[in-house]
């Protein structure tokens, strides 16, 4: 079972993603460039969503890479 | 007027001419629109997760501006069709972070200076052509064997090794096998 990143931080607290912190979204990332699902991450529904922006606009700017590495 | 921030990818080719005026580039799109630049720096130059415009290299340039909600999609017009900005984001932003108002004047400065940027190492074969094959092939060459030639050593001087015996053995078969071909003859 794939388990959570770190079990104490479910209710993540205002993580403030930006797509420029880079090496916090690599943290979320496989090795194949997806989006960990929140029970991997822990992150709260809102919080995801967050996540998933800020990767998504790394992604555009070709700071992070859609698929592979 | 609202506060956004933006992040424009612009062409190393144009960057290593001249900075500034590939900064202008992106900057005069937004100041025709009536944008007022708060902050505009470089922000880092490296290389792209994927092949952009053919390069795999760019500069990013980050700016924070005020400007009227409904000059935005104009702008945005005006850089879908610029060739220099490869890419670019704007959002909304609550305030300019702290420290960037002095990263800005610090590229002001006289004593800033832009680092060179490293050669693009295309992939496209028409854009290698134009730039010389050879540099491009033996910079990638250099890379290839570079790793590669300590196994490389190795394996063929066991082959040798191992050739050696055999072709030995091989041949003192064939003689005996010989040997007693004559003996019957």
Same mark, same amino acid.
């Given at each position: 079972?794939?388990?959570?990143?770190?079990?104490s931080t479910?209710?993540?607290?205002d993580?403030r993603?930006?797509?420029?912190d880079l090496e916090?979204?690599?943290?979320?990332?496989?090795?194949?460039?997806?989006?960990?699902?929140?029970?991997?991450?822990?992150?709260?529904a809102?919080?995801? %969503?967050?996540?998933?922006?800020? $990767?998504?606009?790394? %992604?555009?700017?070709? /700071?992070?890479?859609?698929?592979?590495? | 007027?609202?506060?956004? &921030?933006?992040?424009? /990818?612009?062409?190393?080719?144009?960057v290593?001419?001249?900075?500034?005026k590939?900064?202008g580039i992106? +900057?005069g799109? /937004? #100041?025709?629109?009536?944008?007022?630049?708060k902050t505009?720096?470089r922000?880092?130059?490296?290389?792209?997760?994927?092949? $952009?415009q053919k390069?795999?290299?760019?500069?990013?340039?980050?700016?924070?501006? #005020?400007?009227?909600?409904?000059?935005?999609?104009?702008?945005r017009?005006?850089?879908? /069709?610029?060739?220099?900005?490869m %890419?670019?984001? $704007?959002?909304?932003?609550? &305030?300019?972070?702290?420290?960037?108002?002095?990263?800005?004047e610090?590229?002001?400065?006289?004593?800033?200076? +832009?680092p060179?940027p490293?050669?693009?190492?295309?992939?496209?074969?028409?854009a290698?052509e134009?730039?010389g094959d050879?540099d491009?092939d033996?910079?990638?060459?250099?890379?290839?064997?570079?790793s590669?030639p300590?196994?490389?050593e190795a394996?063929?001087?066991?082959?040798t090794?191992e #050739?050696?015996?055999? &072709?030995?053995?091989?041949?003192?078969?064939?003689?005996?096998?010989?040997?007693?071909?004559?003996?019957?003859?």
């Amino acid at each position: 079972m794939k388990r959570p990143i770190n079990k104490s931080t479910r209710g993540c607290d205002d993580p403030r993603l930006d797509y420029k912190d880079l090496e916090t979204l690599a943290k979320y990332l496989s090795p194949q460039g997806e989006i960990h699902a929140r029970r991997r991450t822990g992150y709260c529904a809102k919080c995801q %969503r967050q996540l998933k922006q800020a $990767i998504k606009r790394a %992604r555009h700017m070709g /700071l992070l890479a859609f698929v592979g590495q | 007027m609202n506060l956004y &921030e933006g992040m424009f /990818l612009l062409d190393n080719n144009v960057v290593r001419e001249d900075w500034n005026k590939a900064k202008g580039i992106p +900057v005069g799109v /937004l #100041e025709k629109h009536g944008a007022s630049i708060k902050t505009s720096r470089r922000w880092a130059e490296r290389s792209l997760a994927y092949t $952009i415009q053919k390069s795999n290299r760019g500069t990013y340039l980050l700016v924070h501006f #005020e400007a009227d909600p409904d000059s935005i999609q104009i702008m945005r017009r005006d850089l879908e /069709l610029n060739e220099t900005v490869m %890419r670019y984001l $704007i959002l909304r932003a609550e &305030e300019v972070p702290e420290g960037e108002q002095e990263l800005h004047e610090a590229e002001l400065s006289t004593d800033f200076s +832009v680092p060179e940027p490293p050669e693009d190492h295309v992939v496209d074969s028409d854009a290698g052509e134009e730039t010389g094959d050879l540099d491009i092939d033996g910079v990638s060459y250099d890379g290839e064997y570079s790793s590669n030639p300590a196994p490389k050593e190795a394996d063929t001087a066991e082959e040798t090794k191992e #050739e050696t015996p055999a &072709e030995a053995v091989t041949e003192s078969t064939e003689e005996k096998t010989e040997a007693p071909a004559s003996e019957e003859a």
